[in-house]
Structure formats: structure tokens, C-alpha cells
T-cell receptor, first 114, second 113 residues
Framework: DTEVTQTPKHLVMGMTNKKSLKCEQH?????MYWYKQKAKKPPELMFV???????INESVPSRFSPECPNSSLLNLHLHALQPEDSALYLC?????????????FGSGTQLSVL | QQQVKQSPQSLIVQKGGISIINCAYE??????FPWYQQFPGKGPALLIA?????SEKKEGRFTISFNKSAKQFSLHIMDSQPGDSATYFC????????????FGTGTRLKVLA
């Protein structure tokens, strides 16, 4: 299994809603990532978990709350988002650091905030 | 110093032609340079990657050329096909366990049938 699975594929939410994005991988990767991608732009790193501990937070607003329940799962909890948060949210994973730094991306969740 | 500059922003190539996308970096601590391909509605997927200890790497129709002294690297797509139409991102990272990729701004490639 070489896939990173993200659910849901599409999400529409109001500014007062609370929702969660889910990500799952079964490749034994110990690093998992959340990226945000606006249209026609490169992915922007949000969070990195390494061995289930948050290792990088790229100064992301607190309305985004990541969670890594175990080595295969990654969640992103959303609360009180703004319309400018509408974007494609990508989850990725990578093998333990070494010579192979390859990122495996999921297909993303297309989020619209109304 | 953390930027990776990518050009061109968009590229149109005839079927069978060669597509060339260029990237340049400043930080000499970068030691891993991947190229990602992204189709609409999908996440990026690794296409090919290179490390500074080699000047060229070829996988099928895709070749990375790397110029360490100029701090530049490029992607060549030989015999370009309509199915290659996608957005391509170069990236750079350090193998020090930082987990940070610096992505280029992307090139939208369109291959005409």
C-alpha cells in the first residue's frame, strides 16, 4: 500500500462550523505533514509530525489544530475559519530521514469556507 | 536564501517536443532536489529527484540536469505527450531531518496534440 488517503475529498463549511480533515497511511512512515495549497500556487507547509510528536508549526493560526492519534493517522481540526482559508489541504508522509526524502501526497481535501 | 526560483511560469510545447523547466537556489546546504508533477484535483507526485553528487539523472523520458557551481537544476521532458500536461514543481531540502521542502512557484505545462 503506497497511498495516502484523505477524507473528505470536498468540504463546504460556514465560518462558525467545526469540522475535521482526516489522513491515513499504512506505509510505516513516521513523518506526516499538512500542507495548504491555493490555486496556481505551490504547497505551503503548515505542520509536521515526527514519530507522533508535533515538530514543526509554521506559525499557523490557532483555528487550525492538528492531531496525530497514532503513527498511521493525522487529523486537522478546523474551527471558526475565514473565507481566505478556502484552499486544497494536502496531507503527506515520508520515510524516516535518510537518503530518500520522498514525500507521498494524498489527493487533498478541497475546502470552501462560506 | 531559502527561495527556489522556477521558470517559466507556463510552457506550451508541441507533441514530441522537448519541455525544459529551470530552477535556481541560493542555499548551498540544500542537498536533495526533487521534481513533483501535479494534475488538477490531485496531490503532487514525485517524478524524479537528484542529489548534488551527480550532474544528471535520467528516468525514462525525464532527465534532471544539475549544475552545482551555478546552483541551478532543470527538468527535461523528452518526446513530450499530451498526458504530460500538468503543473511541475521543483523543490529543495536538506537531509538533516528538518522535513522542510522549499517549493518553486510551479510551471504549468501544456502539450498540444
Amino acid at each position: 500500500d503506497t497511498e495516502v488517503t484523505q477524507t473528505p475529498k470536498h468540504l463546504v463549511m460556514g465560518m462558525t462550523n467545526k469540522k475535521s480533515l482526516k489522513c491515513e497511511q499504512h506505509m510505516g512512515h513516521r513523518a506526516m505533514y499538512w500542507y495548504k495549497q491555493k490555486a496556481k500556487k505551490p504547497p505551503e507547509l503548515m505542520f509536521v509530525y515526527s514519530y507522533e510528536k508535533l515538530s514543526i508549526n509554521e506559525s499557523v493560526p490557532s483555528r487550525f489544530s492538528p492531531e496525530c492519534p497514532n503513527s498511521s493517522l493525522l487529523n486537522l481540526h478546523l474551527h471558526a475559519l475565514q473565507p481566505e482559508d478556502s484552499a486544497l489541504y494536502l496531507c503527506a508522509s515520508s520515510p524516516p530521514t535518510g537518503r530518500d526524502e520522498k514525500l507521498f501526497f494524498g489527493s487533498g481535501t478541497q475546502l470552501s469556507v462560506l | 536564501q531559502q527561495q527556489v526560483k522556477q521558470s517559466p511560469q507556463s510552457l506550451i510545447v508541441q507533441k514530441g517536443g522537448i519541455s525544459i523547466i529551470n530552477c535556481a537556489y541560493e542555499n548551498t546546504a540544500f542537498d536533495y532536489f526533487p521534481w513533483y508533477q501535479q494534475f488538477p484535483g490531485k496531490g503532487p507526485a514525485l517524478l524524479i529527484a537528484i542529489r548534488p553528487d551527480v550532474s544528471e539523472k535520467k528516468e525514462g523520458r525525464f532527465t534532471i540536469s544539475f549544475n552545482k557551481s551555478a546552483k541551478q537544476f532543470s527538468l527535461h521532458i523528452m518526446d513530450s505527450q499530451p498526458g504530460d500536461s500538468a503543473t511541475y514543481f521543483c523543490a529543495a531540502s536538506m537531509s538533516s531531518g528538518t522535513y522542510k521542502y522549499i517549493f518553486g512557484t510551479g510551471t504549468r505545462l501544456k502539450v498540444l496534440a
